[in-house]
């Protein structure tokens, strides 16, 4: 079935480098993609999302890439920060399911060292 | 600030007991929303979509009789778990599409979660 999954179950990286976390989504139809962030406790909350007619977007310090050949999707954060700290989730939204709803990948979480 | 919010944000009951949660948007109305499920270090899975003015749509093992959902108005869902049991614990999520005509992507706005604990 569709499914939207993640490479890396945990990222730890240092306090100002770059994180890059990956998500890989196996329905070629989905055309809307986006990025959550999520402490524990805590709802999902919308860092930043790409339509399928694009391949990048950027955001403040976020980067998103889309590559529709692979059907791989990776989000690109600038100078990690402790605050980043989070699970971090893909969701995507197929045209052709005719529903709404967000399918999400398993998670991953980003471990951010002082 | 919150565009979704959700009420209560924890809540223990005892085995057999109903717990209503509600969820409202904020500033905009919301035809459909959607009530999702999470367990410990699991991804976030729906349960069933909400929709104003007619019946909740369930995904396949959802028991409906369970999990009761009402789209009461434009702006307000509420889901109730019956005769609840202990393997109800869980995470329980709300979320609302905002903009947009149907079928037009747009960004899911969530709720804080509701965490369930039956005792």
């Known amino acids: 079935g569709e499914s939207v999954g993640l490479h890396l179950p945990t990222l730890s990286v240092q306090e100002g480098d770059n994180s890059i976390i990956n998500c890989a989504y196996s329905n070629s139809a989905s055309d809307y993609f986006i990025w959550y962030k999520q402490e524990s406790g805590k709802g999902p909350q919308f860092i930043i999302d790409i339509r399928s007619n694009m391949d990048k977007r950027q955001g403040q310090r976020v980067t998103v890439l889309l590559n529709k050949t692979v059907k791989h999707l990776s989000l690109q954060i600038a100078a990690t920060q402790p605050g980043d700290s989070a699970v971090y989730f893909c969701?995507?939204?197929?045209?052709?399911?005719?529903?709404?709803?967000?399918?999400f990948g398993s998670g991953t979480r980003l471990q951010v060292q002082p | 600030g919150a565009v979704v919010s959700q009420h209560p944000s924890w809540v223990i009951c005892k085995s057999g007991t109903s717990v209503k949660i509600e969820c409202r948007s904020l500033?905009?109305?919301?035809?459909?929303m959607f009530w999702y499920r999470q367990f410990p270090k699991q991804s976030l899975m729906l349960m069933a979509t909400s929709n104003e003015g007619s019946k909740a749509t369930y995904e396949q093992g959802v028991e409906k009789d369970k999990f009761l959902i009402n789209h009461a108005s434009l702006t307000l869902s509420t889901l109730t778990v019956t005769s609840a049991h202990p393997e109800d614990s869980s995470f329980y999520i709300c979320?609302?599409?905002?903009?947009?005509?149907?079928?037009?992507?747009?960004?899911?706005?969530f709720g804080q979660g509701t965490r369930l604990t039956v005792v």
């Open positions: 969701a995507e939204r197929g045209r052709d399911t005719g529903r709404r709803a967000l399918t």
């Open positions: 979320s609302a599409p905002r903009g947009g005509a149907r079928g037009q992507n747009t960004e899911a706005f």
């Open positions: 500033d905009f109305q919301a035809t459909t």
